[in-house]
């Protein structure tokens, strides 16, 4: 776990901002509002994280200098969990000793699932912009948990249908990285093209994150034939396996999800990412708050905003928004909120279901083109 000390100046140099220590310095008064901002904040995917961090402070910053919500300033106190479970306990720890009333994150499944025992204990509403596995919601076990991104089903029954219906395809792989998130997505997806009767999956197996190559279950995918793969996981090991399948010369149809619809992905694997589609959020960069979001966060970080940035945004609204249509920090008050009152955010005029699922929010389809990701219409 980082210290917060660490985290700070560790922020600080990769946004760049002169605002950043004046929002996370010693100048509030003791009776702020306190907002965590758990999530990937280094390592390989901090591509998740930083966006989050960037789009609280946007959005803080925003309502800091109308004064506030209640009469009170809010604080962010960031905590890097390397989206790895392991460490999610410890932030969550951290935070929660902190004295946070609410926290944005965390950004992977299976991070967030480590830590949302001890934030339901603590009586802390958690909301992620891009934890997208079902049971986080679906299971009933952790009514402190909202969304502002669609579930894994939902991306998993859009890639099978995707498959089916626009590619017309038989013979199909799917794959996993043996994570929450990753493994969750490849069993929906596994289910629907049992259930469809118009595929069979020739192959699916798990591939350990991390590895230096993915040799043997790339001979595997050639030896079964298939026509294309889905793959439930991130963008580092999703690379890997499209750059060496097309230096072999395979051109197998590459579906994934919106861990590797992330511009990250395009520049490592550079002109093997073309043609590669992945599932993302919906497209809404025509909604004025969207723009409005979109050039602030390039006025001021100089920079176009990564993946899940317009979800924490969203999401960072509708927390804010909870508390002040609520009255106060109080927990139950702020889960009443959520689940009645709509706030106009980036993604659209959003709400949430009673599992804590936005209502509102959905996937589209995505193709690499030109070196960029493209929604399909």
């Given amino acids: 776990m980082k210290k917060s000390g660490w985290s700070v100046l560790l922020i600080a140099t990769i946004v760049g901002s002169s605002t950043v220590f004046g929002m996370f310095g010693t100048g509030f008064a003791e009776d702020t509002i306190k907002i965590g901002v758990a999530g990937a904040h280094s390592g390989d995917l901090a591509s998740y994280g930083i966006p989050s961090i960037r789009a609280a402070e946007l959005v803080v910053k925003s309502i800091n200098e109308k004064g506030g919500i209640l009469g009170r300033k809010i604080e962010i106190l960031p905590e890097d969990d390397v989206c790895k479970p392991e460490i999610a306990t410890n932030t969550a720890t951290k935070l929660i000793s902190e004295g946070v009333h609410v926290v944005l994150g965390h950004i992977c499944s299976g991070a967030t699932k480590a ?8 009586k802390i509403v958690v909301m992620s912009p891009s934890a997208t596995n079902p049971a986080l919601t679906q299971s009933g076990d952790y009514p402190n948990f909202y969304r502002t991104i669609a579930s894994d089903d939902a991306q998993a029954r859009l890639e099978v249908d995707f498959a089916l219906n626009a590619l017309k395809l038989k013979n199909i792989a799917v794959l996993h990285d043996k994570g929450d998130y990753g493994k969750g997505l490849a069993e929906y997806a596994k289910k629907f093209l049992g259930e469809s009767g118009k595929a069979s999956v020739v192959l699916y197996e798990g591939i350990t994150p991390g590895a230096v190559d993915y040799s043997a279950v790339i001979q595997k995918i050639r030896r079964v034939k298939a026509e294309a793969v889905i793959f439930g996981g991130y963008h580092p090991e999703a690379s890997k396996i499209v ?3 097309r230096k072999k010369r395979m051109d197998t149809i590459f579906i994934s999800d919106d861990g590797v619809k992330d511009d990250t992905f395009i520049k490592v694997a550079k002109k093997y990412a073309e043609g590669v589609y992945a599932t993302g959020p ?24 990564g993946a899940f940035f317009l979800n924490a ?3 960072v609204m509708a927390l804010t928004n909870a508390i ?3 009255g106060s920090t109080d927990y139950d008050a702020i889960s009443k909120a ?6 106009e955010t980036p993604l659209g005029k959003i709400s949430f279901d009673k599992r804590g699922d936005a209502i509102g929010v959905g996937f589209s389809m995505y193709q690499v083109k030109d070196g960029v990701y493209t929604e399909l219409k």
């Fill in 115 to 122: 830590a949302l025992g001890l934030y339901k204990d603590a």
């Fill in 243 to 245: 750059m060496s399948m």
């Fill in 282 to 305: 919906r497209d809404t960069s025509k909604n004025p708050l969207t723009i409005a979001a979109t050039k602030a966060h390039k006025d001021t970080y100089n920079s176009d905003f």
């Fill in 313 to 315: 945004y969203a999401a």
């Fill in 324 to 326: 002040e249509k609520a």
């Fill in 338 to 343: 959520l689940k009645t009152e709509y706030v």
